[in-house]
Protein backbone atom coordinates (compact mmCIF):
# COMPACT_ATOMS: atom_id res chain seq x y z
CA UNK A 1 0.00 0.00 0.00
CA UNK A 2 3.08 2.19 0.05
CA UNK A 3 2.48 5.32 -2.21
CA UNK A 4 5.39 7.15 -4.49
CA UNK A 5 5.13 10.41 -6.60
CA UNK A 6 6.92 8.76 -9.58
CA UNK A 7 6.57 5.43 -11.40
CA UNK A 8 10.13 4.68 -11.34
CA UNK A 9 10.42 5.03 -7.89
CA UNK A 10 7.74 2.63 -7.20
CA UNK A 11 9.21 0.22 -9.82
CA UNK A 12 11.96 0.36 -7.88
CA UNK A 13 10.38 -0.28 -4.38
CA UNK A 14 8.88 -3.45 -5.94
CA UNK A 15 12.35 -4.88 -6.20
CA UNK A 16 11.69 -5.47 -2.48
CA UNK A 17 9.29 -7.60 -3.06
CA UNK A 18 9.93 -9.22 -6.14
CA UNK A 19 13.67 -10.19 -4.94
CA UNK A 20 14.76 -8.59 -8.56
CA UNK A 21 18.57 -7.24 -8.52
CA UNK A 22 19.11 -6.22 -11.64
CA UNK A 23 22.65 -4.59 -11.05
CA UNK A 24 25.66 -6.86 -10.83
CA UNK A 25 29.31 -6.99 -10.01
CA UNK A 26 31.37 -7.64 -12.62
CA UNK A 27 34.64 -8.70 -9.56
CA UNK A 28 33.12 -10.88 -7.89
CA UNK A 29 29.44 -11.47 -9.12
CA UNK A 30 27.75 -9.54 -6.41
CA UNK A 31 24.01 -8.30 -7.26
CA UNK A 32 22.25 -5.41 -6.23
CA UNK A 33 18.67 -3.73 -6.42
CA UNK A 34 19.88 0.04 -7.17
CA UNK A 35 22.76 1.24 -9.05
CA UNK A 36 23.94 3.68 -6.79
CA UNK A 37 24.64 0.55 -4.13
CA UNK A 38 26.79 -0.98 -6.70
CA UNK A 39 28.94 1.87 -7.40
CA UNK A 40 29.37 1.92 -3.46
CA UNK A 41 30.24 -1.34 -3.69
CA UNK A 42 32.34 -1.47 -6.54
CA UNK A 43 34.96 0.93 -4.19
CA UNK A 44 35.75 -2.35 -2.03
CA UNK A 45 37.56 -3.34 -5.20
CA UNK A 46 38.73 -0.11 -6.58
CA UNK A 47 40.10 1.14 -3.23
CA UNK A 48 38.42 4.21 -4.09
CA UNK A 49 37.14 6.80 -0.68
CA UNK A 50 36.40 10.05 -1.96
CA UNK A 51 34.66 11.46 1.35
CA UNK A 52 37.78 12.70 3.84
CA UNK A 53 37.86 13.70 7.69
CA UNK A 54 39.15 17.50 7.38
CA UNK A 55 40.43 16.84 11.46
CA UNK A 56 42.71 13.62 10.42
CA UNK A 57 42.65 12.78 7.14
CA UNK A 58 40.89 9.42 7.87
CA UNK A 59 39.06 8.35 3.95
CA UNK A 60 35.76 6.75 3.54
CA UNK A 61 33.78 4.86 0.81
CA UNK A 62 30.74 6.70 1.93
CA UNK A 63 29.48 9.83 2.97
CA UNK A 64 27.32 8.15 5.61
CA UNK A 65 30.25 6.64 7.08
CA UNK A 66 32.07 9.72 7.42
CA UNK A 67 29.44 11.70 8.94
CA UNK A 68 29.26 9.29 11.72
CA UNK A 69 33.21 9.09 12.14
CA UNK A 70 33.46 12.89 12.18
CA UNK A 71 31.66 12.30 15.59
CA UNK A 72 34.64 11.23 17.35
CA UNK A 73 36.02 14.63 16.93
CA UNK A 74 33.20 16.80 18.27
CA UNK A 75 31.83 14.50 20.77
CA UNK A 76 28.19 14.74 19.19
CA UNK A 77 25.72 12.04 20.31
CA UNK A 78 22.40 12.80 18.50
CA UNK A 79 20.89 9.85 19.51
CA UNK A 80 19.10 9.25 23.22
CA UNK A 81 17.31 6.70 24.55
CA UNK A 82 13.93 7.94 25.57
CA UNK A 83 14.11 5.39 28.51
CA UNK A 84 17.12 6.36 30.45
CA UNK A 85 19.71 8.82 29.91
CA UNK A 86 21.87 6.92 27.55
CA UNK A 87 23.26 9.13 24.17
CA UNK A 88 25.17 7.39 20.95
CA UNK A 89 26.95 8.56 18.79
CA UNK A 90 25.17 6.03 16.08
CA UNK A 91 21.82 4.97 15.90
CA UNK A 92 22.19 1.28 15.17
CA UNK A 93 24.32 1.45 18.82
CA UNK A 94 20.84 3.05 20.39
CA UNK A 95 18.90 0.26 18.50
CA UNK A 96 20.99 -2.34 20.16
CA UNK A 97 20.96 -0.43 23.65
CA UNK A 98 17.20 0.20 23.66
CA UNK A 99 17.03 -3.91 23.43
CA UNK A 100 18.18 -3.86 26.71
CA UNK A 101 15.24 -2.35 28.02
CA UNK A 102 12.81 -3.98 26.00
CA UNK A 103 14.28 -7.31 26.34
CA UNK A 104 13.91 -7.41 22.82
CA UNK A 105 15.88 -10.52 20.77
CA UNK A 106 15.27 -10.42 17.24
CA UNK A 107 17.95 -12.59 15.97
CA UNK A 108 17.92 -16.56 16.94
CA UNK A 109 19.72 -19.72 16.70
CA UNK A 110 17.88 -22.57 14.06
CA UNK A 111 19.27 -25.23 15.46
CA UNK A 112 18.08 -24.92 19.02
CA UNK A 113 15.81 -21.41 19.24
CA UNK A 114 18.66 -19.35 21.58
CA UNK A 115 17.93 -16.11 20.95
CA UNK A 116 20.00 -12.82 21.07
CA UNK A 117 20.04 -8.98 20.82
CA UNK A 118 22.90 -8.93 17.75
CA UNK A 119 23.51 -10.39 15.01
CA UNK A 120 26.99 -10.71 15.60
CA UNK A 121 26.70 -12.56 18.87
CA UNK A 122 24.53 -15.09 16.59
CA UNK A 123 27.16 -15.72 14.48
CA UNK A 124 29.46 -16.29 16.74
CA UNK A 125 27.09 -18.93 18.93
CA UNK A 126 26.58 -20.80 15.68
CA UNK A 127 29.85 -22.14 15.92
CA UNK A 128 29.02 -24.17 18.83
CA UNK A 129 26.72 -26.68 16.99
CA UNK A 130 29.07 -26.35 13.37
CA UNK A 131 32.18 -26.93 15.22
CA UNK A 132 33.58 -24.35 13.31
CA UNK A 133 37.00 -23.36 14.97
CA UNK A 134 38.73 -20.20 12.81
CA UNK A 135 41.20 -19.13 14.94
CA UNK A 136 44.69 -21.17 14.59
CA UNK A 137 48.02 -20.67 16.02
CA UNK A 138 50.50 -20.73 13.68
CA UNK A 139 53.19 -22.22 15.50
CA UNK A 140 51.71 -25.83 17.04
CA UNK A 141 47.92 -25.76 14.66
CA UNK A 142 45.99 -25.79 17.25
CA UNK A 143 42.19 -24.42 16.67
CA UNK A 144 40.27 -21.99 18.89
CA UNK A 145 36.82 -20.70 18.83
CA UNK A 146 37.22 -17.52 19.97
CA UNK A 147 40.29 -14.76 18.80
CA UNK A 148 40.69 -14.22 23.00
CA UNK A 149 41.25 -17.64 23.30
CA UNK A 150 43.93 -17.75 20.24
CA UNK A 151 45.71 -14.87 21.90
CA UNK A 152 45.71 -16.53 25.23
CA UNK A 153 47.14 -19.34 23.76
CA UNK A 154 49.76 -17.89 21.83
CA UNK A 155 51.47 -16.79 25.36
CA UNK A 156 52.27 -20.04 26.02
CA UNK A 157 54.73 -20.04 22.88
CA UNK A 158 55.82 -16.57 23.78
CA UNK A 159 55.48 -16.61 27.27
CA UNK A 160 53.61 -14.86 29.87
CA UNK A 161 55.06 -11.48 30.47
CA UNK A 162 55.47 -9.29 33.45
CA UNK A 163 54.15 -5.85 33.04
CA UNK A 164 56.50 -4.15 36.02
CA UNK A 165 59.73 -5.83 34.95
CA UNK A 166 59.54 -7.65 31.73
CA UNK A 167 60.25 -11.78 32.57
CA UNK A 168 59.02 -13.29 30.97
CA UNK A 169 57.61 -16.93 32.00
CA UNK A 170 56.31 -20.55 30.43
CA UNK A 171 53.84 -20.69 32.63
CA UNK A 172 51.08 -18.10 34.07
CA UNK A 173 50.84 -19.40 37.44
CA UNK A 174 55.06 -18.93 36.94
CA UNK A 175 53.66 -15.38 36.40
CA UNK A 176 51.82 -15.03 39.48
CA UNK A 177 53.97 -16.13 41.90
CA UNK A 178 56.37 -13.58 40.13
CA UNK A 179 54.19 -10.97 40.99
CA UNK A 180 54.03 -11.97 44.41
CA UNK A 181 57.64 -11.37 44.82
CA UNK A 182 56.79 -7.68 43.50
CA UNK A 183 54.74 -7.04 46.31
CA UNK A 184 56.85 -8.34 48.90
CA UNK A 185 59.93 -6.59 47.28
CA UNK A 186 57.93 -3.64 47.55
CA UNK A 187 57.81 -3.63 51.27
CA UNK A 188 61.18 -5.24 52.09
CA UNK A 189 62.99 -3.15 48.79
CA UNK A 190 64.85 -6.23 48.00
CA UNK A 191 66.69 -7.00 44.42
CA UNK A 192 68.82 -9.51 44.03
CA UNK A 193 68.49 -11.86 41.61
CA UNK A 194 67.41 -15.63 42.42
CA UNK A 195 67.30 -18.54 40.10
CA UNK A 196 67.00 -22.86 40.37
CA UNK A 197 68.00 -25.60 38.24
CA UNK A 198 64.32 -26.78 38.71
CA UNK A 199 63.07 -23.66 37.37
CA UNK A 200 64.55 -22.07 33.84
CA UNK A 201 62.70 -18.42 35.32
CA UNK A 202 64.69 -15.74 37.34
CA UNK A 203 63.19 -13.89 39.85
CA UNK A 204 64.53 -10.81 41.65
CA UNK A 205 63.14 -12.25 45.58
CA UNK A 206 63.95 -15.22 47.21
CA UNK A 207 60.28 -15.04 48.07
CA UNK A 208 59.20 -15.28 44.65
CA UNK A 209 61.22 -18.39 44.05
CA UNK A 210 60.09 -20.27 47.13
CA UNK A 211 56.46 -19.34 45.30
CA UNK A 212 57.54 -21.44 42.32
CA UNK A 213 59.81 -24.36 43.89
CA UNK A 214 56.51 -25.03 46.45
CA UNK A 215 54.38 -24.74 42.90
CA UNK A 216 56.71 -27.31 41.35
CA UNK A 217 56.25 -29.81 44.55
CA UNK A 218 52.63 -29.18 44.46
CA UNK A 219 52.44 -30.63 40.62
CA UNK A 220 54.77 -33.46 41.30
CA UNK A 221 56.80 -32.52 38.42
CA UNK A 222 61.18 -32.08 38.20
CA UNK A 223 60.92 -28.86 36.66
CA UNK A 224 58.50 -25.93 35.06
CA UNK A 225 57.34 -28.68 32.37
CA UNK A 226 58.39 -26.82 29.73
CA UNK A 227 59.32 -28.64 26.64
CA UNK A 228 62.41 -26.70 24.51
CA UNK A 229 63.30 -27.21 21.06
CA UNK A 230 66.62 -27.91 20.31
CA UNK A 231 67.03 -26.43 17.21
CA UNK A 232 65.57 -22.72 18.05
CA UNK A 233 65.89 -23.02 22.17
CA UNK A 234 61.68 -21.92 21.71
CA UNK A 235 59.66 -23.30 24.58
CA UNK A 236 56.10 -25.40 24.54
CA UNK A 237 53.40 -25.94 27.19
CA UNK A 238 53.33 -29.67 26.06
CA UNK A 239 55.15 -32.49 23.96
CA UNK A 240 52.57 -31.93 21.04
CA UNK A 241 52.82 -28.87 21.03
CA UNK A 242 56.60 -29.12 20.48
CA UNK A 243 56.43 -31.87 17.73
CA UNK A 244 53.95 -29.43 15.62
CA UNK A 245 56.89 -26.87 15.93
CA UNK A 246 60.05 -29.12 15.25
CA UNK A 247 58.34 -29.70 11.39
CA UNK A 248 59.76 -26.43 10.79
CA UNK A 249 62.81 -27.20 10.68
CA UNK A 250 62.88 -31.15 9.47
CA UNK A 251 60.44 -29.82 6.70
CA UNK A 252 57.57 -32.74 7.28
CA UNK A 253 54.13 -32.03 5.99
CA UNK A 254 52.27 -35.18 6.99
CA UNK A 255 49.13 -33.74 5.61
CA UNK A 256 48.46 -33.57 2.39
CA UNK A 257 45.60 -32.75 -0.82
CA UNK A 258 43.42 -35.41 -2.24
CA UNK A 259 42.76 -32.91 -4.59
CA UNK A 260 46.17 -31.19 -6.16
CA UNK A 261 48.76 -32.82 -3.86
CA UNK A 262 49.82 -30.01 -1.91
CA UNK A 263 51.10 -30.94 1.37
CA UNK A 264 50.74 -29.15 4.87
CA UNK A 265 52.30 -29.11 8.12
CA UNK A 266 48.94 -28.87 9.96
CA UNK A 267 45.29 -30.51 9.28
CA UNK A 268 44.02 -27.14 9.83
CA UNK A 269 46.36 -25.62 7.45
CA UNK A 270 44.95 -28.28 4.93
CA UNK A 271 41.61 -27.86 6.00
CA UNK A 272 41.73 -23.75 4.78
CA UNK A 273 43.56 -24.70 1.57
CA UNK A 274 40.88 -27.44 0.59
CA UNK A 275 38.30 -23.96 0.65
CA UNK A 276 40.26 -23.57 -2.92
CA UNK A 277 38.76 -26.49 -4.44
CA UNK A 278 34.99 -26.67 -2.50
CA UNK A 279 34.39 -22.85 -2.76
CA UNK A 280 33.44 -22.57 0.95
CA UNK A 281 33.40 -19.30 1.95
CA UNK A 282 32.32 -18.90 6.11
CA UNK A 283 33.20 -15.22 6.69
CA UNK A 284 30.99 -12.70 5.44
CA UNK A 285 30.82 -9.00 5.72
CA UNK A 286 28.16 -7.67 7.56
CA UNK A 287 28.36 -4.40 5.97
CA UNK A 288 27.80 -5.44 2.15
CA UNK A 289 27.62 -9.19 2.67
CA UNK A 290 30.62 -10.21 0.74
CA UNK A 291 32.14 -14.02 1.68
CA UNK A 292 35.73 -14.93 2.14
CA UNK A 293 37.61 -18.37 2.61
CA UNK A 294 39.76 -17.02 5.66
CA UNK A 295 38.94 -14.92 8.82
CA UNK A 296 42.23 -13.01 8.13
CA UNK A 297 41.02 -11.61 4.21
CA UNK A 298 37.53 -10.51 5.92
CA UNK A 299 39.88 -8.75 8.22
CA UNK A 300 41.37 -6.72 5.85
CA UNK A 301 38.41 -6.22 4.07
CA UNK A 302 36.80 -4.63 6.63
CA UNK A 303 39.20 -1.83 6.60
CA UNK A 304 37.54 -0.47 3.42
CA UNK A 305 34.55 0.11 5.29
CA UNK A 306 36.08 1.32 8.78
CA UNK A 307 39.26 3.48 6.91
CA UNK A 308 41.60 1.97 9.04
CA UNK A 309 45.10 1.92 7.21
CA UNK A 310 47.76 0.73 9.74
CA UNK A 311 50.67 0.42 7.61
CA UNK A 312 52.47 3.92 7.60
CA UNK A 313 55.35 4.43 4.96
CA UNK A 314 57.79 6.41 7.15
CA UNK A 315 59.27 7.87 4.03
CA UNK A 316 56.08 10.23 2.56
CA UNK A 317 53.55 9.25 5.40
CA UNK A 318 51.53 7.35 2.88
CA UNK A 319 48.79 4.97 4.92
CA UNK A 320 47.95 1.86 3.71
CA UNK A 321 45.66 -1.21 4.87
CA UNK A 322 47.97 -4.16 3.93
CA UNK A 323 51.43 -4.66 4.70
CA UNK A 324 52.04 -6.04 1.20
CA UNK A 325 50.85 -2.85 -0.08
CA UNK A 326 53.29 -1.05 1.90
CA UNK A 327 56.78 -2.91 1.03
CA UNK A 328 55.44 -2.43 -2.83
CA UNK A 329 54.87 1.03 -1.99
CA UNK A 330 58.49 1.13 -0.50
CA UNK A 331 59.59 0.53 -4.04
CA UNK A 332 59.01 4.06 -5.20
CA UNK A 333 61.60 5.22 -2.93
CA UNK A 334 64.19 2.25 -3.08
CA UNK A 335 64.35 1.97 -6.29
CA UNK A 336 64.00 -1.65 -6.12
CA UNK A 337 62.85 -3.95 -9.24
CA UNK A 338 63.07 -7.43 -8.07
CA UNK A 339 60.80 -8.76 -11.34
CA UNK A 340 63.23 -9.30 -14.09
CA UNK A 341 62.12 -10.25 -17.79
CA UNK A 342 64.70 -13.20 -18.96
CA UNK A 343 64.05 -12.36 -22.46
CA UNK A 344 65.34 -8.93 -22.38
CA UNK A 345 66.49 -8.10 -18.89
CA UNK A 346 63.63 -5.44 -18.58
CA UNK A 347 63.00 -4.88 -14.64
CA UNK A 348 59.66 -4.08 -12.75
CA UNK A 349 59.23 -4.04 -9.27
CA UNK A 350 55.52 -5.45 -9.38
CA UNK A 351 55.14 -9.17 -10.81
CA UNK A 352 52.25 -8.81 -12.56
CA UNK A 353 53.73 -5.85 -14.18
CA UNK A 354 56.31 -8.74 -15.69
CA UNK A 355 53.44 -10.87 -16.68
CA UNK A 356 51.91 -7.94 -18.72
CA UNK A 357 55.50 -7.31 -20.11
CA UNK A 358 56.10 -11.13 -21.14
CA UNK A 359 52.77 -11.12 -23.57
CA UNK A 360 55.03 -8.47 -25.58
CA UNK A 361 58.04 -11.63 -26.08
CA UNK A 362 55.19 -14.27 -26.25
CA UNK A 363 52.22 -12.52 -28.37
CA UNK A 364 49.75 -13.50 -26.17
CA UNK A 365 46.80 -11.17 -26.30
CA UNK A 366 43.68 -12.90 -23.87
CA UNK A 367 41.28 -10.27 -24.06
CA UNK A 368 39.22 -10.61 -27.23
CA UNK A 369 36.07 -8.15 -27.76
CA UNK A 370 33.02 -10.11 -28.68
CA UNK A 371 32.02 -7.06 -31.23
CA UNK A 372 34.97 -7.44 -33.53
CA UNK A 373 37.20 -10.21 -32.34
CA UNK A 374 39.99 -7.91 -31.60
CA UNK A 375 42.51 -9.12 -29.15
CA UNK A 376 44.17 -7.25 -26.48
CA UNK A 377 47.27 -8.03 -23.93
CA UNK A 378 45.81 -6.14 -21.00
CA UNK A 379 41.94 -6.31 -20.11
CA UNK A 380 41.92 -2.43 -19.32
CA UNK A 381 42.75 -1.86 -22.64
CA UNK A 382 39.74 -4.37 -24.09
CA UNK A 383 37.57 -2.03 -22.02
CA UNK A 384 39.07 1.27 -23.43
CA UNK A 385 38.26 0.02 -26.99
CA UNK A 386 35.18 -1.46 -26.61
CA UNK A 387 33.75 1.76 -26.04
CA UNK A 388 34.75 2.20 -30.13
CA UNK A 389 31.67 0.30 -30.23
CA UNK A 390 29.30 1.70 -27.46
CA UNK A 391 30.22 5.22 -27.84
CA UNK A 392 30.65 5.59 -24.56
CA UNK A 393 32.82 8.38 -23.26
CA UNK A 394 32.84 8.62 -19.44
CA UNK A 395 35.64 11.23 -19.23
CA UNK A 396 34.45 14.76 -19.43
CA UNK A 397 36.19 18.14 -19.39
CA UNK A 398 35.58 20.52 -16.59
CA UNK A 399 37.15 23.21 -18.55
CA UNK A 400 34.46 22.85 -21.45
CA UNK A 401 31.76 20.40 -22.90
CA UNK A 402 34.39 17.63 -24.58
CA UNK A 403 34.02 13.86 -22.88
CA UNK A 404 36.46 11.12 -24.35
CA UNK A 405 36.77 7.77 -23.94
CA UNK A 406 40.09 7.53 -22.31
CA UNK A 407 41.52 9.09 -19.77
CA UNK A 408 44.71 9.78 -21.05
CA UNK A 409 42.95 11.60 -23.65
CA UNK A 410 41.40 13.89 -21.23
CA UNK A 411 44.78 14.57 -19.35
CA UNK A 412 46.54 15.64 -23.11
CA UNK A 413 43.55 17.48 -23.85
CA UNK A 414 43.02 19.58 -20.56
CA UNK A 415 46.78 20.78 -21.61
CA UNK A 416 45.05 22.87 -23.77
CA UNK A 417 43.37 24.65 -21.43
CA UNK A 418 46.32 24.90 -18.64
CA UNK A 419 49.14 25.27 -21.35
CA UNK A 420 50.95 22.79 -19.78
CA UNK A 421 53.69 21.07 -22.09
CA UNK A 422 55.30 18.15 -20.12
CA UNK A 423 58.20 16.89 -22.58
CA UNK A 424 60.95 18.74 -24.02
CA UNK A 425 63.57 18.07 -26.31
CA UNK A 426 67.13 17.83 -24.53
CA UNK A 427 68.53 19.08 -28.17
CA UNK A 428 66.73 22.22 -28.03
CA UNK A 429 64.54 22.81 -25.10
CA UNK A 430 61.42 22.67 -27.14
CA UNK A 431 58.41 21.73 -25.63
CA UNK A 432 55.65 19.14 -26.26
CA UNK A 433 51.76 18.53 -24.91
CA UNK A 434 52.27 14.94 -25.93
CA UNK A 435 55.18 12.17 -25.88
CA UNK A 436 54.26 11.34 -28.94
CA UNK A 437 55.00 14.47 -30.69
CA UNK A 438 58.35 14.79 -28.85
CA UNK A 439 59.23 11.34 -30.46
CA UNK A 440 58.67 13.20 -34.08
CA UNK A 441 60.10 15.96 -32.88
CA UNK A 442 63.52 14.02 -32.09
CA UNK A 443 63.99 13.02 -35.96
CA UNK A 444 64.98 16.51 -37.04
CA UNK A 445 67.76 16.33 -34.70
CA UNK A 446 68.45 12.31 -35.54
CA UNK A 447 67.64 12.49 -39.32
CA UNK A 448 65.47 9.58 -39.21
CA UNK A 449 63.02 9.28 -41.80
CA UNK A 450 61.32 5.87 -41.25
CA UNK A 451 58.35 5.96 -43.68
CA UNK A 452 59.11 5.09 -47.56
CA UNK A 453 57.44 5.27 -50.47
CA UNK A 454 57.88 1.97 -52.36
CA UNK A 455 57.06 3.35 -55.76
CA UNK A 456 59.62 5.87 -55.52
CA UNK A 457 61.97 5.37 -52.66
CA UNK A 458 61.10 8.78 -51.03
CA UNK A 459 61.69 8.60 -47.39
CA UNK A 460 59.38 10.67 -44.40
CA UNK A 461 59.68 11.84 -41.25
CA UNK A 462 55.94 10.56 -40.49
CA UNK A 463 53.24 8.43 -41.47
CA UNK A 464 51.61 11.61 -42.97
CA UNK A 465 53.75 13.50 -44.98
CA UNK A 466 53.96 10.27 -46.76
CA UNK A 467 50.37 9.69 -47.31
CA UNK A 468 49.81 13.24 -48.20
CA UNK A 469 52.48 13.07 -50.94
CA UNK A 470 51.06 10.02 -52.27
CA UNK A 471 47.65 11.52 -52.50
CA UNK A 472 48.70 14.81 -54.25
CA UNK A 473 51.19 13.49 -56.65
CA UNK A 474 49.92 9.92 -57.24
CA UNK A 475 51.75 6.72 -58.17
CA UNK A 476 54.54 7.15 -60.60
Request: hydrophobic share 25%; glycine share 8%.
Amino acid sequence: GAAFNTLITLQVHQRIHTGEKPYNCEECGAVFALSDTLKKHLRVHTGEKPYVCDECGKQFTESGSLRGHQRLHTGEKPYSCDLCDKTFAYLGALKTHRRSHTGEKPYWCDKCNKTFTQRSSLNLYRRVHTGERPFWCETCGETFVWQNSLKEHQLSHTGYPCSRCGDVFPDRSLLYNHNLGHRWRDKQDLDPQHTSTRCPAAFRDITALSFCLLFIQKQKKTGCGVHQCQDCNKTFKSKHNLKLHQRIHTGERPHSCDECGAAFNTLITLQVHQRIHTGEKPYSCEECGAVFALSDTLKKHLRVHTGEKPYVCDECGKRFTESGSLRVHQRIHTGEKPYSCEECGAVFALSDTLKKHLRVHTGEKPYVCDECGKRFTESGSLRGHQRLHTGEKPYSCDLCDKTFAYLGALKTHRRRHTGEKPYWCDKCNKTFTQRSSLNLHRRVHTGERPFWCETCGETFFCQLDKEMTETLVGPV
